[in-house]
Nanobody, 123 residues
Framework: QVQLVESGGGLVQAGGSLRLSCVASGRTFSWLSMGWFRQVPGKEREFVAGIRSNDGPTYYGDSVKGRFTISRDNTKNTVYLRMNSLKIEDTAVYYC????????????????WGQGTQVTVSS
């Protein structure tokens, strides 16, 4: 089983930036397609970004395209989410997960969810 730990969340002013990190356990990280999701209480979980195994193609939700960038460092078993031009509506708990289909697309079979990291964007 894969264990995921997110970090990097915090409080930031609108227009600012944050970089989230997700560290995966195990020695097979390069074979895993990964995704970032976010969730606000009372709203459906939203796909933010995904990346194919071995630093393949990336995918983004429409609401973050052009502002967020997903990347990975397989030597560190880590996937990142660089968040620029943050908006108040980006406030959410951000989770990383493994796409067991191997594509990192919004329609993937995601599991092995991390605990989440809180991102709060203020005016």
């Amino acid at each position: 089983q894969v264990q995921l730990v997110e970090s990097g969340g915090g409080l930031v002013q609108a227009g600012g930036s944050l970089r989230l990190s997700c560290v995966a356990s195990g020695r097979t990280f390069s074979w895993l397609s990964m995704g970032w999701f976010r969730q606000v209480p009372g709203k459906e979980r939203e796909f933010v970004a995904g990346i194919r195994s071995n630093d393949g193609p990336t995918y983004y939700g429409d609401s973050v395209k052009g502002r967020f960038t997903i990347s990975r460092d397989n030597t560190k078993n880590t996937v990142y989410l660089r968040m620029n031009s943050l908006k108040i509506e980006d406030t959410a708990v951000y989770y990383c997960a493994v796409d067991q289909t191997g594509w990192g697309t919004p329609s993937g079979r995601y599991g092995y969810w991390g605990q989440g990291t809180q991102v709060t964007v203020s005016s």
